[in-house]
């Protein structure tokens, strides 16, 4: 068990670029979630995953926002033509029926 | 709609004394269970207590625990005998179903040597 495993911890780009994230789960865990978490505030739910489909995605901030699972294994979030307001602490997590992991996030500056 | 309350945005506490993280919420569902997460300057979230929806006994993780009263929405995080390894910030997050664990905007905690 390694853990949640993000790429890159930290990401700079100039506004108007697209830009993605990765996660990798815990192997044994079927569900993955992505969050947001913007200075001084709580993280606060983008998606979910069961296995490779999309359960939820009304709570994806925009239509820049995609993310995938393609094989039920890794995920990836895309934000397209980002601005200055999409800077933020990326996180993903990862459960079982034994409760959530998370990994250290990828930080991204808009530029 | 469901609202999570930590009226602590910043708080202190003495190297080895106890200090209580409060945490009220709103909801009309029934059943639910509550964690709460320390998050340190590395920015990882990490799992401190958890307790199910109807585990009768609050909860405890060695020097951690739970004050959980549903009747009053309310889930306090004890920390007894703090250590500087403490201060970081601290997220209590209901969880409302697979894809609805929402979390407070969270309390700093700074232990003093």
């Known amino acids: 068990d390694t853990g949640v495993s993000q790429d890159p911890r930290h990401k700079i780009t100039k506004r108007g670029q697209n830009v993605t994230f990765r996660c990798d789960p815990i192997s044994e865990h079927n569900r993955l979630y992505w969050y947001r978490q913007t200075l001084g505030q709580g993280p606060e739910f983008l998606t979910y995953?069961?296995?490779?489909?999309?359960?939820?995605k009304s709570r994806l901030l925009s239509d820049r926002f995609s993310a995938e699972r393609p094989k039920g294994s890794f995920s990836t979030l895309e934000i397209q033509r980002t601005e200055q307001g999409d800077s933020a602490m990326y996180l993903c997590a990862s459960s079982s029926f034994k409760g959530y992991t998370f990994g250290s996030g990828t930080r991204l500056t808009v530029v | 709609a469901q609202k999570i309350t930590q009226t602590q945005p910043g708080m202190f506490v003495q190297e080895k004394e106890a200090v209580t993280l409060d945490c009220t919420y709103d909801t009309s569902d029934q059943s639910y269970g509550l964690f709460w997460y320390k998050q340190p300057s590395s920015g990882e979230m990490i799992f401190l207590i958890y307790?199910?929806?109807?585990?009768?006994q609050n909860a405890t993780e060695g020097r951690y625990s739970l004050n959980f009263q549903k009747a009053r929405k309310s889930a306090n995080l004890v920390i007894s005998a703090s250590q500087l390894g403490d201060s970081a910030m601290y997220f209590c997050?209901?969880?409302?179903?697979?894809?609805?664990?929402?979390f407070g905007a969270g309390t700093r905690l700074t232990v003093k040597p």
């Open positions: 995953f069961q296995n490779e489909a999309q359960l939820e």
């Open positions: 307790q199910g929806s109807y585990d009768e």
């Open positions: 997050a209901p969880d409302w179903g697979p894809n609805d664990m929402r």
